[in-house]
């Protein structure tokens, strides 16, 4: 699937829901679907800077496309953790870099967090996208 698709799979999610309670109910949800996470990654060097919580973000190539993994302590960052790597997994790095990421606007995802989860969901895409730069760049070699 496109990051497109998926991103819309997201969107008609959120719409079956009346309220931000059950949104969030649907994010914790979403967090216990992220693959099991290797401890071994659980270092600094694969932390999120500027994130309220403790994230952890690890990448590799498979096929030509990155696969990421991530894990948090706390389980709305960890939803939110799990939507990015369900929208940006299996995604050429290409497409990741150039990725626009419209279901956390369309959704009210961004304007429904604090600030310092807003700020945190900010840096786990940058950091995804540097993941992907960093693959595009060792392809080119």
């Not at 995804?128 to 730069?133: D, G, I, S, T, V």
């Amino acid at each position: 699937m496109s990051i497109k698709e998926v991103e819309e799979e997201i969107i008609a999610d959120f719409e079956c829901f009346d309220g931000w309670l059950e949104k969030y109910n649907y994010i914790i949800e979403s967090g216990r679907t992220l693959a099991q996470f290797d401890s071994k990654y659980r270092e600094e060097k694969y932390l999120i800077k500027g994130c309220q919580s403790q994230v952890w973000l690890h990448a590799m190539m498979h096929d030509n496309k990155v696969v990421y993994f991530a894990d948090s302590d706390a389980l709305i960052t960890r939803g939110i953790a799990s939507l990015l790597v369900r929208v940006l997994s299996n995604q050429t790095p290409e497409d990741i870099i150039h990725a626009e990421l419209k279901f956390i606007e369309t959704t009210g995802l961004k304007e429904h967090l604090s600030q310092t989860r807003s700020n945190g969901l900010m840096n786990m895409i940058k950091q995804m996208k540097l993941y992907a730069r960093a693959f595009k760049a060792k392809q080119m070699i």
